[in-house]
């Protein structure tokens, strides 16, 4: 069983469901060519796609462009169903960094023959996740930084101030449709940047001041 960690602490929370945003910054909408959503755009990937700092990405054998995407992570560690955006906040653990790795050209073909797209987000080792830092660490969820390095080099820097659904919307929004329950995590969308991993890379991500994951690429 995946577990999330709270860090400084011996908290651990078992992982449930990793609800996932898709198309939440403008830029990113801009720069894959899709529209614009009315509402928040969901998928889900599996617990098993989880690994963390020090492990390895593997892409399937079906896929030749895999992407990276950086992305705040939510923990929940109340449950809820229907919770009040006033609330929403209340709900939570801690914050993290994750990065969704994407197979795009295998979501690309399904997406265009109208069917589900889960095996190009959910493969195995597509949720490289850090630790959380304890919720009250943050005072403002809308005013952290994400920022990726591949092998040194800078790919993505966005705030989440960019976000078009917030924090506190999004949980509401989400809990409006599947009852949340603690070791939930949530992923919020990624800014602008994205591109492709190859065998060999060395990524970091993280929540400036706040969280860092390392992995890298089999």
């Known amino acids: 069983m995946k577990t999330a960690r709270i ?8 992982i449930g469901k990793i609800i996932c ?6 830029e990113h909408i801009r720069e894959l060519g899709n529209d614009t959503p009315e ?16 492990d390895c990405i593997v892409i399937p054998s ?10 705040l992570a939510l923990l929940m560690g109340r449950g809820g169903k229907a919770i009040p955006e006033g609330e929403a906040l209340e709900h ?32 195995d ?7 959380f830092v304890p919720a009250e660490a943050v005072a403002d969820p809308q005013a952290l930084r994400l920022r990726l390095e591949i092998n040194g080099q800078l790919r993505q820097d966005g705030t989440t101030d960019l976000m078009i659904h917030p924090v506190r919307r999004i949980i509401s929004h989400v809990s409006s449709i599947f009852t949340l329950e603690p070791g939930d995590v949530i992923l919020t969308g990624t ?18 001041g706040l969280a860092t994951l390392e992995v890298t690429v089999g």
Not at 7 to 14: A, E, F
Not at 21 to 26: D, E, I, K, Q, T
Not at 39 to 54: A, R
Not at 125 to 131: D, K
């Open 62 to 71: 079906y896929s030749t462009e895999c992407h990276h995407e950086v992305e």
């Open 125 to 131: 080792t597509s949720c490289p996740l850090s630790e």
């Open 191 to 208: 800014p602008a940047g994205v591109g492709v991993v190859r065998s060999g890379d060395r990524l970091q991500a993280e929540l400036v």
């Open 7 to 14: 860090t400084g602490s011996d908290t651990q929370y078992p």
């Open 39 to 54: 509402q928040p755009v969901l998928f889900m990937k599996p617990s098993t796609s989880v690994i963390g700092s020090g």
């Open 92 to 123: 939570l653990a801690g914050y993290g960094v994750a990065l969704d790795m994407t197979l795009r050209d295998v979501q690309g073909e399904l997406k265009k023959k109208g069917l589900p797209w889960e095996i190009a987000k959910g493969f």
């Open 21 to 26: 945003l898709a198309r939440n910054y403008v």
